[in-house]
């Protein structure tokens, strides 16, 4: 079992940057190595959408066309916490984000293919 914890959201101006976080309490450097890691985002009304992956050893990723070019996923293994940085942030990026893990190190755009997920941080872009 993987527990998730996301933090780092808030409330930004169109432009401007944002950090989340999303930490693993109780998993080892080992066992989230082997963690293929994603981050989705819902906003009010809509389906959850993809945002990007990553692969366990950090060295591939993979974005959604909204988001790539802003958005830069990676992750530290040895703190167990995969990160998103957002840049230039834009009303649409409003949503709740939710990070979530799969039990095959490789990424995936397909939420049904993650195992375990996040409550989810709030990321509010005024304009």
């Known amino acids: 079992q993987v527990h998730l914890v996301e933090s780092g959201g808030g409330l930004v101006q169109a432009g401007d940057s944002l950090r989340l976080s999303c930490t693993a309490p109780g998993t080892s450097e080992d066992d989230f190595y082997m963690l293929g890691l994603g981050w989705f985002r819902q906003a009010p009304g809509k389906e959850r959408e993809y945002v990007g992956s990553?692969?366990?050893?950090?060295?591939?990723?993979d974005y959604a066309d909204s988001v790539r070019g802003r958005f830069t996923i990676s992750r530290d293994n040895a703190k167990s916490t995969l990160y998103l940085e957002m840049n230039r942030m834009v009303p649409e990026d409003t949503a709740v984000y939710s990070c979530?893990?799969?039990?095959?190190?490789?990424?995936?755009?397909?939420?049904?293919?993650?195992?375990?997920w996040g409550q989810g941080t709030q990321v509010t872009v005024s304009s």
């Open positions: 990553i692969t366990g050893s950090g060295y591939t990723t």
């Open positions: 979530a893990a799969r039990d095959i190190p490789y990424t995936s755009s397909r939420k049904n293919t993650y195992q375990y």
